[in-house]
């Protein structure tokens, strides 16, 4: 069974920080997407990975696949509320059309 | 164009009944899943579809748990005989071509409460 582990579990800081969160797994993975998502709605794509060691930036977020495919990060400069969310990532398998999401890191920016 | 659309957006059962919940994909999205979503987790697989072949039920957690979609489009997820544990946020995603790279749009899900 492929698993994926996000880290932390939650996180709350004063808008202007920076954080990170994890997204860990012992398998290998075609490709990995990073999603957000706000309550009482459904999951938004941010971002898909698929070249090891491959960095993507989309304004203040970077995003980062690790070298083996194992493992992926997400990086947010000077956090804004608006950034309040779960963020979710999902490994996508070759021969497995469905995604293996991550538990999430729910994330409240504090004005 | 109109993203996907889940009805009802909240249902609330007893435990033992049966309920239907309703996706409505993207147009010309030929690939749909189904997730459940745990208060505040990742989502489970359940089911997909692609075009005409034969659904993958692999994540199907019990035989009380089906799903069907007709005419390449709507589909329906049932869950007989409702159980408590059977709670949680049920999302139906689409894409294009259901390659694991192409975007998953989702719906907003359905909330079932089973009493």
């Known amino acids: 069974t492929q698993l994926l582990e996000q880290s932390p579990q939650f996180l709350s800081i004063q808008e202007g920080e920076n954080l990170t969160v994890y997204c860990n797994s012992s398998?290998?993975?075609?490709?990995l997407q990073w999603y957000r998502q706000e309550p009482g709605e459904g999951p938004v794509l941010l971002v898909t990975?698929?070249?090891?060691?491959e960095v993507k930036k989309l304004k203040r977020l970077t995003f980062q696949f690790g070298d083996a495919r194992k493992d992926s990060s997400l990086h947010i400069t000077a956090a804004q509320p608006g950034d309040t969310g779960l963020y979710l990532c999902a490994g996508a398998s070759t021969g497995r059309r469905a995604l293996t999401f991550g538990s999430g890191t729910r994330l409240q920016v504090q004005p | 164009g109109a993203g996907v659309s889940q009805s009802p957006s909240n249902k609330v059962t007893e435990k033992g009944k049966d309920v239907e919940l309703r996706c409505d994909p993207i147009s010309g999205h030929t690939a749909l899943y189904w997730y459940r979503q745990s208060l505040g987790q990742g989502l489970e697989f359940l089911i997909y579809f692609q075009g005409n072949s034969a659904p993958d039920k692999s994540g199907l957690p019990s035989d009380r748990f089906s799903a069907e979609r007709t005419g390449g489009s709507v589909s329906t997820l049932t869950i007989q005989r409702t159980q408590q544990e059977d709670s949680a946020v049920y999302l139906c995603?689409?894409?294009?071509?259901?390659?694991?790279?192409?975007?998953?749009?989702f719906g907003p899900g359905t909330r079932l409460t089973v009493l």
């Open positions: 398998s290998v993975f075609s490709s």
């Open positions: 990975v698929v070249t090891g060691g």
């Open positions: 995603a689409s894409s294009l071509s259901g390659r694991s790279t192409d975007t998953q749009y």
